[in-house]
């Protein structure tokens, strides 16, 4: 396991993930300036870029994760749970209510399906003092992107945050992401030409792009 240095104490990376050299000596360029609890009340963490392994592994996971699953069994067993700061996060941004208000249990299980469903992963994960990273999958809601935050413990799925997409306006307006591509076939080109690129000038010592958000 992966030892990261803080202010107060060296913890080990309990992750699905193993992290290179590089990761892990970067983050331990920054993780000394704080102690744990200072990283968990700090608004921001160190972004860790994934490569194309470890992108994989994530994905794979998450799939066999799910498989078999249905959403009455994910939810019954309690598969995938959430923060209370995630909760009110959908209230706030999907649903457009306030920070403090609790979301409609149907939303709740809406943004689990989607979740489950979602291939959409982001190449940047963050870690803020945990033996955990978090990782960003992206969903589809009412035609507005919503990236989904979690962290994968011993019993499972744990969502940290929702946070809104590339084309949202913060909270309670959004612009869909649709209203900026304009439809389905301009969404599709985008998606191709990134991955046209990709492969043209792909890079071993370049970090790996992932996937887009939807």
């Known amino acids: 396991m992966s030892k990261i240095k803080l202010a107060d104490k060296v913890i080990e990376m309990d992750d699905i993930i193993d992290l290179t050299s590089k990761q892990v000596d970067d983050l331990n360029?920054?993780?000394?300036?704080k102690s744990q609890q200072q990283w968990f009340k700090s608004k921001t963490g160190k972004k860790v870029i994934l490569d194309?392994?470890?992108?994989?592994?994530?994905?794979?996971f998450k799939k066999l994760f799910f498989?078999?699953?249905?959403?009455?069994?994910?939810i019954n067993k309690k598969m995938v749970k959430f923060e209370d700061h995630a909760e009110r996060r959908i209230a706030q941004r999907i649903e457009g209510k306030t920070p403090n208000d609790l979301p409609n249990p149907e939303t709740v299980k809406q943004v689990i399906c989607l979740f489950m469903q979602s291939n959409h992963l982001d190449?940047?994960?963050?870690?803020k003092g945990s033996p955990n990273l978090t990782f960003t999958c992206w969903?589809?809601?009412d035609e507005r992107s919503y990236g989904v935050c979690f962290y994968i413990s011993n019993d499972g799925i744990v969502i940290v945050t929702v946070k809104n997409g590339r084309g949202n306006r913060p909270d309670k307006q959004y612009t869909s992401l649709m209203d900026i591509l304009k439809n389905k076939?301009?969404?599709?080109?985008?998606?191709?030409q990134v991955k046209s690129k990709r492969g043209k000038n792909r890079d071993k010592n370049k970090p790996f792009l992932g996937d887009v958000s939807p």
């Open 67 to 74: 498989d078999g699953e249905n959403l009455e069994t994910v």
């Open 123 to 127: 190449n940047i994960a963050h870690w």
């Open 185 to 192: 076939r301009q969404i599709k080109e985008k998606r191709n």
């Open 52 to 60: 194309e392994d470890q992108h994989n592994d994530i994905k794979e």
């Open 29 to 33: 360029k920054i993780s000394i300036s």
């Open 139 to 141: 969903i589809k809601y």
